[in-house]
């Protein structure tokens, strides 16, 4: 199983940005994913979930401004970030849920840098 995210860079303050994760090694659509992210320095939090049929949800501070879908054909998840503010800079993860794990842990592969310049 792989999870590859892209799609991060650097945007100015109310910019938007559409980040990608292709998940390979594994049936797609049947699984219910989230797209997370980590400030330097904290715990990776929650930003938004799409079930295998779906369903989506959103964090507080996702919610109104990014969306989330999918394409269960190119094995792909989305995420497009609409008004980025200063706040959203972070490392961005995609993952299953329940998150995939390994023998050595929860895998979460490299992630996507977002630099939002205020």
């Known amino acids: 199983v792989q999870l590859q995210a892209s799609g991060g860079g650097l945007v100015q303050a109310g910019g938007l940005l559409t980040l990608s994760c292709v998940l390979s090694g594994t049936i797609f659509s049947r699984k219910d994913m989230g797209w997370y992210r980590q400030f330097p320095g904290k715990e990776r939090e929650f930003v938004a979930s799409i079930s295998s049929i779906g369903d989506t949800n959103y964090s507080d501070s996702a919610k109104g401004r990014f969306m989330i879908y999918r394409d269960d054909e190119r094995k792909t998840l989305y995420l497009q970030m609409n008004s980025l503010k200063f706040e959203d800079s972070a490392v961005y993860y995609c993952?299953?849920?329940?998150?995939?794990?390994?023998?050595?842990?929860?895998?979460w592969g490299p992630g996507t840098k977002v630099t939002v310049s205020s």
């Open positions: 993952n299953s849920i329940p998150v995939i794990t390994t023998s050595y842990g929860a895998y």
